[in-house]
Nanobody, 120 residues
């Protein structure tokens, strides 16, 4: 069983910063891509940022230049540094990881979500 535990959400003022963490635990071979998604009330879940096992990154246009995704493979943890936050960044943020349970079998896991609220 693999668990993803997110932390770091909360309330921030417009222009402020937050840092989210996503730690994977359990029994697995390795972790491939780790992604951050978000879902605002009444909207579909959207991809915010992604990072491969080798460190290649990709961002939604709405967060480019403001958010930075990174990972520490020794700790099986991904991070999302969010700067210059805007009210429209308010959402529940979810971590997603493609985990190699065995060398020939990959499964996709989701975290429980962490609320980010940007408001003055």
């Amino acid at each position: 069983q693999v668990q993803l535990v997110e932390s770091g959400g909360g309330l921030a003022q417009p222009g402020g910063s937050l840092r989210l963490s996503c730690a994977a635990s359990g029994s697995f071979f390795s972790i491939n891509a780790m992604d951050w998604y978000r879902q605002a009330p009444g909207k579909q879940r959207e991809l915010v940022a992604a990072i491969t096992g080798g460190g290649l990154t990709n961002y939604a246009d709405s967060v480019k230049g403001r958010f930075t995704i990174s990972r520490d493979n020794r700790k099986n943890t991904a991070y999302l540094q969010m700067n210059s936050l805007k009210p429209e960044d308010t959402a529940v943020y979810y971590c997603n990881a493609r985990v190699l349970i065995r060398p020939d079998y990959e499964y996709r896991y989701w975290g429980q979500g962490t609320q980010v609220t940007v408001s003055s």
